[in-house]
């Protein structure tokens, strides 16, 4: 792979990562707190789950791939990542400003990360339990925004379900 390639790959993955970013922001911006933990079905991911795990996620490859120190209280791993149980229980989850913040300094110090590495590091293979994610980090960047993009849906059926304005579209 070139240079050049690589160079095009990153520019447009961090493109893919301030858009997925510009439509969560966009979504959370008039958000009614009290329906934070509404789900549209028993089950269903709520607002502050969703944010929270994104950021969360941001947090989560930060610390396994580029060696940094965990952003997000150890607590929040119960609350957001995979496997947790979203209840509509508010007093249960950090306030949304707190995780807007963590979504905001995580997904900077996530974009600084990517844009320091060289070409090598970029391309350099990730471990084998990230096959089903990307095969290295520049195509990562890509994978976090579509993560980012699906869980952003699922906040805009919650949106659509309360009759809230649309955003977008």
């Avoid at 329906?35 to 610390?63: C, S």
């Avoid at 990230?130 to 520049?138: N, Q």
Wanted: some cysteine.
């Amino acid at each position: 792979m070139t240079t050049t390639t690589i160079s095009t790959g990153l520019e447009t993955g961090l493109a893919a990562l301030a858009f997925s970013r510009h439509i969560l922001d966009g979504f959370l911006s008039d958000f009614p707190e009290e329906k934070l933990t509404y789900q549209p079905f028993p089950g269903a991911n709520h607002v502050l789950w969703n944010a929270g795990h994104l950021a969360l996620t941001d947090d989560f490859f930060l610390i396994q791939l580029g060696g940094k120190q965990a952003q997000c209280p150890e607590s929040w791993n119960e609350l957001f990542w995979m496997g947790s149980t979203p209840i509509d229980e508010p007093g249960k989850y950090p306030s949304l400003a707190e995780i807007q913040k963590a979504l905001q300094d995580n997904r900077a110090a996530l974009v600084k990360w990517f844009k320091a590495m060289t070409p090598e590091e970029l391309t350099e293979p990730l471990p084998d339990d990230y096959e089903g994610f990307a095969s290295d980090r520049c195509k990562l960047i890509s994978t976090i925004a579509c993560h980012e993009t699906m869980h952003t849906g699922q906040i805009s059926v919650i949106r659509n379900a309360l009759k809230l304005k649309r955003q977008f579209g």
